[in-house]
């Protein structure tokens, strides 16, 4: 299993940037489909974007797309969201995740399918996004 810890929330002006981190430990010598997700207060957790360990490409949500950017450190297990010209909307609770899914399963599912499928989760970082 994955042990996750996110990190980097905190409370920005609109049009800002933010740096969110999630360091993993525990079994990070597999690979595995991670990502992150956030929810908003009375709303559904939605997919952010996920990428695939040790390299690889990328997956955004389509409101995200320009703003938002994952990448990886492969060499000290983190992963990262910079989030840019921040919105009032993006204020939420953000997750890292992951799952020990294939290269194909970590694109190709749904974002709904991923979140069922995801088994590890950090406790969320809060991001609060002012106008």
């Known amino acids: 299993q994955v042990q996750l810890v996110e990190s980097g929330g905190g409370s920005v002006q609109a049009g800002g940037s933010l740096r969110l981190s999630c360091a993993a430990s525990?079994?990070?010598?597999?690979?595995?489909?991670v990502g992150w997700f956030r929810q908003a207060p009375g709303k559904e957790r939605e997919g952010v974007a996920a990428?695939?360990?040790?390299?690889?490409?990328?997956r955004n949500a389509d409101s995200m797309k320009g703003r938002f950017t994952i990448s990886q450190d492969n060499t000290k297990n983190a992963l990262y969201l910079q989030m840019n010209s921040l919105k009032p909307e993006d204020t939420g609770m953000y997750y890292c995740?992951?799952?020990?899914?294939?290269?194909?399963?970590?694109?190709?599912?749904?974002?709904?399918?991923?979140?069922?499928?995801?088994?590890?989760w950090g406790q969320g970082t809060q991001v609060t996004v002012s106008s």
């Open positions: 995740a992951a799952g020990y899914l294939s290269t194909y399963d970590c694109y190709s599912h749904s974002w709904g399918q991923l979140e069922v499928i995801f088994g590890y």
């Open positions: 525990g079994d990070t010598s597999r690979r595995y489909c």
């Open positions: 990428t695939y360990t040790g390299g690889g490409s990328t």
